[in-house]
């Protein structure tokens, strides 16, 4: 059985940093692309940020891009997400997920497996 589980999240005062984790078990996740995602309440699940199966190649949404990180250690078939400078819009329930091709897309429902999700809330 395939699982995601998300850790990392929680309350950070604005301009605040949170490192998230993504654990995968259930198969072995190093050729497939993964990505992570978060719904605000009342919004729809977007796109933050995406790597390549290799970790050679990722893409950042506009709203992260200098202030994310993503990367994977496939030895561990784990996958992190570094993030500063944060702000109140950063509020969501982050997702990780992952795709049974090797390359990353910007689509949810493009991706094949997902994670419980983890609260992130940034106070002003």
């Known amino acids: 059985q395939v699982q995601l589980v998300e850790s990392g999240g929680g309350l950070v005062q604005a301009g605040g940093s949170l490192r998230l984790s993504c654990a995968a078990s259930?198969?072995?996740?190093?050729?497939?692309?993964m990505g992570w995602f978060r719904q605000a309440p009342g919004k729809e699940r977007e796109f933050v940020a995406a790597?390549?199966?290799?970790?050679?190649?990722?893409y950042y949404a506009d709203s992260v891009k200098g202030r994310f990180t993503i990367s994977r250690d496939n030895a561990k078939n784990t996958m992190y997400l570094r993030m500063n400078s944060l702000k109140p819009d950063d509020t969501a329930v982050y997702y990780c997920?992952?795709?049974?091709?090797?390359?990353?897309?910007?689509?949810?429902?493009?991706?094949?497996?997902w994670g419980q999700g983890t609260q992130v809330t940034v106070s002003s």
């Open positions: 259930g198969r072995t996740f190093s050729s497939s692309a």
């Open positions: 997920a992952a795709r049974d091709e090797p390359y990353f897309r910007t689509i949810w429902h493009e991706y094949n497996y």
């Open positions: 790597i390549r199966w290799s970790g050679g190649s990722t």
